[in-house]
């Protein structure tokens, strides 16, 4: 069983910055991949940020095109904590975020998150 944790949310004025972060607890698989997902009101959950490793290493991070060059997101260098720098937020980043784990590299399927934590609101408003 694997426990994910996040904090960091909060309120922020556009153009701001926020980190995210998710404390992983549990047991661990050869090849993960942690995911930040984000829902907003009525619309569907969607993968923001992703990073693989296996066999120890950090090898990949993949983001939604929404994203790219304004959100990072690494790890510490126990594997047990991961973190989401969001930069230059717009009011469209507003949702809920979650961390979430999977087993294998490079995970992008929704389903095959088998791991959740309880979400954290980001509010980007003036």
């Known amino acids: 069983q694997v426990h994910l944790a996040e904090s960091g949310g909060g309120l922020v004025q556009p153009g701001g910055s926020l980190r995210l972060s998710c404390a992983a607890s549990?047991?661990?698989?050869?090849?993960?991949?942690m995911g930040w997902f984000r829902q907003a009101p009525g619309k569907e959950r969607e993968l923001v940020a992703a990073i693989s490793w296996s066999g120890g290493s950090t090898l990949y991070t993949d983001y939604a095109d929404s994203v790219k060059g304004r959100f990072t997101i690494s790890s510490d260098s126990g594997k047990k904590t991961v973190y989401l720098q969001m930069h230059s937020l717009k009011a469209d980043d507003t949702a809920v975020y979650y961390c979430?784990?999977?087993?294998?590299?490079?995970?992008?399927?929704?389903?095959?998150?088998?791991?959740w934590g309880q979400g954290t609101q980001v509010t980007v408003s003036s």
């Open positions: 549990g047991r661990t698989f050869s090849s993960t991949t």
């Open positions: 979430a784990a999977a087993r294998g590299f490079r995970v992008g399927e929704l389903t095959a998150y088998e791991y």
